[in-house]
């Protein structure tokens, strides 16, 4: 920070508070809306802090040794109706890299101040800080922290810094920084335009949003942000040089789950005709892959986890009846998904958007070809039906709001599906009723395999809790899912541990914190190297590698990148559902 001469160690603490401030956040050479009597942040332009100004009080020259240009506008905050349309553009190009507030309180009731923070917004740039000085004599009485901090984060501000001096017989003063996150404003409008606003024709943009949102919980290792020379070559290779930072998914993975979440919907029916079957499609047209679904699912009496087995064991053979079926399934899918949602999804955003720009059509998503179904001339894996379906793209934004929304969005999807799937059947079968259908059975989280595995290995040398390390018996095994089965709905083997019955039941939907996974770290290897010596070490790998790693695993000493990526898995579980971390011991009552 340069030396700001004896009139800045003369200055009260708020004032050296509120330049400290200024400087740190505000760069040499930006362009600053001053607003209110900012008596001491205009002798800041000295300090080579560039303002725009705009106050009643004229500003300071600036010095002749080339201190930053200062402009007046003539407006008064906040503007009263007749300015507003007249100066509303004006704001918009003014795109100010920072707004600084100071001696407000005695113009801007509370009432006003919505309306400040409205043109604040207008004005800042997408990355825009906003610097507001409270005076504590009168905040109290008009304008608390609290109020003021509320109103900026609903205009997608987030809080930065907040700071208070008090001079000796005054009372503190709150220094406020706040920073706009205009790309999550924009990926929140792009999901609840998705929701509300685009056209309902189908079910199937509800279904990639829940497919979305479901991977973020639980495959979130296999989404890619693009590096630069891979966005570099996105941008050649789309012709879109405007198109925002992308994230990538295997669009296999984005089959698989859209697959499982009709799976359920059709189960009953595929086996019953005379089973309620809700309405997908308005105008009574069928699925687009509703044959190849129920072929499927009749193929294995409905049961997705034996399906899902064979995918991951590798016993897709090329040319059998469920391997066809299967193919024709993906392909149906993949159709469907790239000529509804990734073509017209985001349509009805208009402008301000995180849409790819000048797009036909498309205006959030892009699907790219892989190789082609052609290649599933094997025995079909995850990793070859990736190969096969190309790469799905979003904003990185519209991603990384889904860490945040995806454990609330994933239920939000299914009420609305429940709700137009019943606007579909005419009010045949009520939306409670379609949700029912939609949940998910008891038999996707069967446990049978690792218990199986766990008693015989109780049989023949012992087997220990992996929290406790107290010896099992048959009686007192429990099989527990390290990371509670109600938040990301793992079932994968490498997420299923043998326990103690009580310490299960005590751990029940918590997550064990980093220490405590620390703690049993060789206890959990020595358990993946259990299911990897067994029959279900083939499962077992493709699993990890598919929702755990994220990619391939190493061909040795995997096991500490695999407890890694776990203690990653169970820190993104906790951030995303605000819960408490399990720790076994004392406290939980061993």
Known sequence: MPDLSPSFREASSRERLFTQLLFKWIPAGARALL??????????????????????????????????????????????????EACGEMLRSAACDAVVADGLEGAVTPEK????????????????????????????????PEFVIALFERFGFALAERKSAGDPGSLVSAALVFVRDAARVRARKSLQGLLEDDRKTTTYKLALIKALAEINLANAA???????????????????????????????????????????????????????????????????????LMALIRLYQGDWLSFRNDFYLGRLAAGSPRALAFIALAKAVRKAIDRGPVFYAGNSLGDDTSAIAGMAGNRLFRLEAGAGFRVLKETITPDLLDRAAGTFYLPSELWRELNVSAPWLTEAVTIRWAKQSSEFSRGVITPGAVIDIMALPEDVRDTSWSRGLFLERIRTEGLASIWSGAALSAHTLAVDHMIPWSRTHTNDLWNLMPAETKENGRKSDLVP????????????????????????????????QSTLMGRTLPQKDREAPMMDALLRSAD???????????????AAGF
Request: a negative charge.
């Open 113 to 144: 101040l919505h309306e400040l923070v409205r043109e604040i917004e207008l004005a800042l740039s997408p990355s825009g800080t906003a610097v507001v000085m409270l005076d504590g004599a009168s905040s109290t009485q008009t304008l608390s």
């Open 513 to 544: 914190s980093a220490a405590c996974l620390d703690q049993a770290a060789d206890r959990i290897i020595r358990t993946w190297k259990l299911y990897e010596g067994s029959p279900m070490g083939t499962p077992f790998r493709a699993q990890a």
């Open 222 to 292: 296999r989404v890619r942000y693009l590096p630069p020379a891979d966005m570099t070559a996105y941008l050649v290779r789309t012709k879109i040089p405007d198109a925002p930072h992308q994230a990538a998914i295997p669009m296999g993975l984005i089959i698989e789950r859209v697959a499982a979440l009709y799976w359920q919907i059709y189960r009953a029916h595929a086996l019953n005709e005379s089973a309620p079957l809700p309405a997908q499609i308005g105008s009574g047209r069928r699925l687009e892959f509703e044959e190849p």
């Open 35 to 84: 607003l209110g009597e900012a008596r001491f942040a205009v002798r800041m332009a000295k300090a080579q802090v560039a303002v725009t100004l705009t106050a009643d009080a004229e500003p300071e020259a600036p010095g002749n040794d080339g201190d930053a240009r200062m402009e007046r506008i003539p407006l008064h905050f906040p503007l009263d109706k007749a300015d507003r």
């Open 572 to 586: 993104e579980t906790v951030l995303q559902y605000a819960c408490r971390r399990w720790e076994p011991g004392p």
